[in-house]
């Protein structure tokens, strides 16, 4: 399979829908600069409330991808 080096990048999606979709959006963002994305790991999970709702979801994800 051969030699592969990896740099990863952090970003932070923000959903009023989910966790999951906050996910989505960050690494859909990130793809449309960054090419060749491989994988991703969340980090953090917070969210942001408002008259005792949660208003939106966060999530700091690092996007990996691979080093010519």
Same mark, same amino acid.
């Given at each position: 399979m051969g030699d592969k080096v990896f740099k990863k990048i952090r970003v932070v999606g923000c959903s009023d829908q989910s966790f999951e979709k906050a996910v989505e959006l960050a690494v859909a963002k990130a793809a449309e600069s960054v090419h060749g994305l491989a994988w991703f790991? +969340?980090?953090?999970h917070r969210g942001a409330v408002s008259d005792g709702r949660v208003v939106e979801w966060q999530v700091t994800v690092d996007v990996?991808?691979? +080093?010519d």
């Open positions: 790991e +969340v980090t953090e990996a991808f691979k +080093v």
